[in-house]
């Protein structure tokens, strides 16, 4: 079973220890960061499922700003976790986009509900797309599960191997850009990131691909893209 990833934005080394120990106790797979541009880059590419950030950080940008940035590429949902508890701050947190916040110090039992409480409510949310599974030659895409199937037998992909596969798919037979790529499934600020998308792609072929080194499904189009092929879509 897939552990939902959270992604710690604090400052203090000690209070996101203590969260890691929370979180990892209580089943999730947790990330940290201690600057905020370190949590937008984060955010971007491992594309958790949510995120707990302080206010009050160290380095050029604050919690609000970290927000705005993300909330320009993403709706992962964010949990502000903060010393701060003025009405002033807690409005304000929520004017930036939050789900919710959470004024220091917390209590852990607290906290998980309201963790748990804004997952529940995120993943109910029914899938975009009114096809319930997509096939690609011997592929079934599950849109409501997020599950691959490769000859029936289950592909494990992380959140940002599944969001790239299924970019390409929902564009079969459409050669997509590097670019056009990165900015859909990073962010804008990743589009010259083209060493990072090839990373991907070759970890999707490995996964997806009868023969990865002579790809049938997902094609390199050198110098300016990647297509799916497909004759069912």
Known sequence: ????RILICDSETKTASLLRQILTDAGFEVLTANKGDRAIQMAALEQPQLILVEIDLSGKIDGFEVIDHIREFSDIPVIVLSSRSSPNDILNGYDHGIDDYVTKPFNARILLARIQAVLKRVQSFPALRTESEISVDDLVINLQRR?????????????????????????????LLHEQLLSAVWGDQFQNEVDYLRSYVHILRRKLECNPAQPRIIISKSGVGYMLVSDQL
């Open 1 to 4: 079973m897939v552990k939902d």
């Open 147 to 175: 599950e691959v199937l490769k000859g029936g037998i289950q592909v494990h992909l992380t959140q940002t191997e599944y969001n790239l596969l299924l970019e390409l798919v929902k564009h079969s037979n459409q050669v």
